[in-house]
């Protein structure tokens, strides 16, 4: 029997119980979706993985990218899945029909991609980089470029790239040195190189849509200059595709994720690259957003689905690995049991489970704003824009860190197994590693969290992000079980309010070095939060599905939610007690100033 490395039950009840996706459907632009389709894409999609992506994850990772003569070969499975996925319409899943799109919700989405992550993370990068790719086409692109890139892009025969990073520009954007020069026909030629960029190119990609920050001569300095060009591999010259000179100089060889070639690319090297500016000059970096803050989401989520596939993977060795006997038994004639009944792996798979699902969560709640926004107008859909822009950093963040920790405590589980390649957790806990890094690093997140997100409209997100929050706590209180974990919210609540009036005057008098100086640790404490949060929630739909009668199967299912409920409550949420400490602590240890010696 196949290692599961995901549970449909819970993916169901996180959809269509805690997230309501079926009063979605109500709306026209969802009109033509039902239940019963929306389960058939989620039992698709798991064929899908099962199929042409789980069974190549570790053969993948054993038999990495390769750069020779200037072409970077992939995993024979990569090209197989990509045609597929074109063809079953994963990657255009969200694309308005008008586009041959199934205009699905964005919560399908994200359940299909974490579904992909667990099975394949690496594989699952390059059709997920070509949707976010075509997303941001489709918003500011001209209805030229929409008919020519679009079908190629959804058919998975084309790649799309985010080509961002510069050698000496990183998460400094302002300090991009790509160069645009107009050739007085409406075309630019690019100049410059791009590092790091996922799915680059690689033999089997017929052609690679690369989306580029460049500067065009003479655009202010800074961000405020920076435009966005469609650059493709190869331009379309009459009928005929020719090579556009954007070459391979290097390919980089990851301590995990290897199924996703990530390249170091040269643009214009012999003065023939021609780009095409998307939407409006000098405003790429607003419009790259759009990718940056969908790929952010996804991130995420795919932090969980490794987490996830971490979890069973332990839950499977932890029930059929003997050792020991219980502590209270010392009689060595007493068969020995499994791990599973000791109380320290216990402890262990608990909180694997309540990082995994928390996180998926959150997660789902932020494509839940996502879709509200695409059925809204107005200030309702303002409003939705707010709570979305509030999460993104946080659905980022939390789920990446902590899935390092959950991944770890997995391979605590296997003893030296985890350590070795005989078991997946040693290729997961190399995977996971660079999510906390992929766009924008838990630094930069804490400091959008809190330096920009939560001060925004005199705070207005953040109020409404409460007024969501104290829902659920009223709807946890119409259960007596409950009650306590409602308060335990509501004081963490308050420990958040308690660090923002303390660090407040600091932002206010333009002390923003000091404002920031613990933002990763104010990230920290959202986040316990936040996932907090959505552990009541689920706490509440899982005690009234057994108030409701649920049996058997269902009712063990159920069971389990408030369990981990319970464990997040008493085992997580207690280390807000230190953070809150730190966070209002007056001691700085961190500012330097010029005239301080550096004991570091």
Known sequence: MARSYYSPQNLSFLLFEVHELEDLLSSPHFEHLDRQSLEMMLDSAKQMADTFLFPHYEDMDRNEPQLENGNISVHPSVRPYLDAAGEAGWISLTAPLDYDGMQAPGMMNAAANFIFSAANNGAVQLSGLTNSAANLLRSFGTEEQKRYFLPQMFAGKWQGTMALTEPQAGSSLSDV???ATPRGDGSYLIKGQKIYISGGDYIGAENVVHFVLARIDGAP??????????????RKEGENLVFNDVTVAGLYHKMGQKGSPATH???????????HLLGEANRGLAHMFQMMNEARIAVGIGASAIASAAYYASLEFAHQRPQGRPLNNKDLNMDQVTIINHPDVRRMLLMQKAITEGSMSLGLQ???????????EGEEKEH???LLDILTPVVKTYPSEMAIQSISQGMQILGGGGFCKDFPLENYYR???????????????SQDLLGRKVTMKNGLALQLLSAEILQT?????????????????????GRIQQVLTHLMPFAMKGDVERYLADANLFMELTGITLIAWQWLKQATKAKQALVNGAQGSDAEFYQSKLHTMRYFFHYEVPKSLGLTHRLLDATTLTLVEESDTVFI
């Open 384 to 386: 939705y824009q707010m």
């Open 431 to 445: 995977d996971i590693r660079i999510y906390a890094i992929y766009e924008g690093t838990t630094g930069i997140q």
């Open 473 to 493: 706590m009223t709807d946890a209180r119409t259960f007596d079980e409950l009650k306590p974990y409602a308060a335990l919210l509501e004081e963490n609540m």
């Open 177 to 179: 040195t790509t160069s």
């Open 221 to 234: 300095k800074g961000t405020k200059g920076i435009s966005l060009f469609v650059v493709p591999k190869y």
């Open 366 to 376: 932020a494509a839940h704003y996502a879709d509200k926004i695409d059925v809204s």
């Open 265 to 275: 690319l040269m643009y214009g090297e012999k003065g023939d690259c021609v780009g």
